[in-house]
């Protein structure tokens, strides 16, 4: 009996708290990774974010381009002036939608406006372009 007292080592009890104690930290941790609010998600919503931004930044700048082909045309009068900016827009429409995918682009059928709609996995930003004051909208989510 002595002899059996004597012997180091982990009892049953040590062992079965260690596992339960890593159990509740991996579940813990699976939920921190993998959860509703968890980092896998919040990269998901930062990359949809980040690629919505970038295609707005592209059809701002064609926008920019069209606008200032809009003011060439209007005081250079060797040209031919285009009713407003919607008829440039309507006429550069493909190459609007070309810049990238979810990018659609609405004339209205009185051509008084124009509607730049991107969409990137359900986030969705929208640009109106107005015919009669040849102005351009912010960008509304």
């Known amino acids: 009996m002595k002899n ?3 012997q180091k080592g982990i009892t049953l009890v040590a ?3 260690t596992i339960i104690v890593l159990l509740i930290l991996a579940g813990v941790s699976l939920r921190l990774v993998a959860g509703e609010q968890g980092i896998l998600k919040r990269t998901e919503n930062a990359v949809n ?3 919505l931004a970038a295609l707005k930044e592209q059809v701002d700048l064609e926008l920019v381009d069209i606008n200032a082909e809009y003011l060439e045309k209007k005081y250079d009068t060797a040209q031919a002036t285009p009713a407003s900016i919607v008829e440039l827009v309507k006429t550069n429409k493909a190459k609007i939608e070309g810049l990238g995918d979810g990018i ?3 004339i209205a ?3 008084a406006t124009a509607t730049i709609t ?3 996995n359900g986030q969705t ?3 109106t372009i107005t015919a009669s004051t040849n102005t351009i909208s912010d960008w509304q989510q």
């Open 4 to 6: 059996l007292k004597n």
């Open 15 to 17: 062992l079965v708290v």
């Open 49 to 51: 974010k980040n690629s």
């Open 104 to 106: 659609t682009c609405e």
């Open 109 to 111: 059928t009185d051509d």
């Open 118 to 120: 991107i969409e990137v």
């Open 125 to 127: 930003a929208t640009k």
